[in-house]
């Protein structure tokens, strides 16, 4: 038998490194391995300690608006105990002072329909002027803007305070509501997201079939903006709800405080002469303003998620 008939049949021999003779040097992807799990266990430890970071104090408001007042400071500070005392709670909160809770909440939302819903118009409206028309001066106003941002609240509380009293606004609930229709930080997004979200052809096409520029903002522009629109939104409606300092300042008539102001008097009344300790009724309030704000975030939320690829441009 030739040599050629005794190779059809035959298979080639396996090879050393197959055979595990040889043994396989480890790759990269092999040595990278371990690092990328002490990575993703360091990063499991972070974020499990931010979740408690955030969890934790929600909880303890939970549970301590279940207590009575003496149950507050005889029970363990984590875990229910004794009388189940929410409902009561929350109507001793809604109640006391005449229920003058009930005009905070009044107030606040008022607030934050028209302060955070006027910043959210006009962060849009102006926003998309900046992106997407030239005009003299636009340098400067966007130097201005980003000038604005830099600058604290708290260093432009005594001007406007100066400001609204000159104008005979204090005490009213316009000295809150005009500072809260005015976003810096909500213009810059709504700019930075028009000049890329918004092709200028695609302007140019609605001009060309006749579409004036009202028309081409509301029909056109404003689907292109819906997530950098929600998210001012959230923004804006967060930090009205939120907000402490401004309505101290301006506001001395109980009538039209906030929730976070007119909880904090609550507070402080067991310091004064003569003052009621209601610490439980502060509690429950607190848990009742968490709530509304709490659920319109995540509200708002879907449709920010929902609207990251709406409006996209093949």
């Not at 029970?75 to 929350?90: R, V, Y």
């Not at 400067?140 to 604290?152: D, E, K, Q, R, T």
């Not at 052809?201 to 950098?228: M, N, Y």
Request: hydrophobic share 50%; with cysteine; net charge positive.
């Amino acid at each position: 038998m030739s040599a050629v008939e005794s190779g059809v049949g035959s298979r080639p021999a396996p090879s050393r490194l197959a055979s595990g003779r040889i043994a396989r040097r480890p790759g990269r992807r092999d040595r990278a391995t371990p690092r990328h799990k002490r990575a993703s266990i360091t990063l499991g430890i972070l974020m499990t300690v931010m979740l408690l970071y955030c969890l934790v104090p929600l909880w303890w408001l939970v549970v301590s608006s279940t207590k009575t007042m003496d149950s507050l400071y005889d029970s363990f500070a984590f875990w229910f105990s004794g009388e189940f005392a929410l409902f009561q709670n929350i109507v001793d909160t809604f109640t006391y002072q005449d229920g003058i809770f009930l005009r905070w909440l009044g107030n606040t939302l008022a607030y934050v329909v028209v302060g955070a819903g006027g910043a959210t118009l006009f962060a849009t409206l102006a926003g998309y002027g900046l992106a997407k028309y030239d005009f003299p001066g636009r340098r400067w106003v966007f130097a201005i803007i980003l000038g604005a941002m830099a600058i604290p609240a708290s260093a432009l509380a005594v001007p406007q305070f100066l400001l609204f009293s000159g104008l005979g606004l204090t005490n009213t609930p316009w000295s809150v509501i005009i500072p809260s229709m005015v976003s810096a930080f909500g213009l810059y997004l709504v700019w930075v997201y028009a000049r890329e979200a918004i092709p200028d052809e695609l302007l140019e096409a609605a001009r060309l079939d006749g579409a004036g520029e009202i028309r081409i903002f509301f029909v056109i522009a404003l689907r292109q903006l819906a997530p950098a629109l929600i998210t001012v939104l959230m923004f804006t409606v967060v930090a009205t709800w939120n907000n402490y300092f401004l309505p101290l300042i301006m506001l001395s008539d109980a009538q039209w405080y906030p929730l976070p102001v007119g909880l904090a008097q609550w507070s402080a009344q067991s310091s004064a002469i003569g003052g009621q300790a209601i610490p439980n009724l502060v509690i429950t309030g607190s848990l009742l303003t968490v709530i509304p704000i709490s659920a319109a975030f995540l509200y708002l939320q879907r449709y920010w998620q929902s609207g990251l690829t709406a409006g996209s441009v093949k």
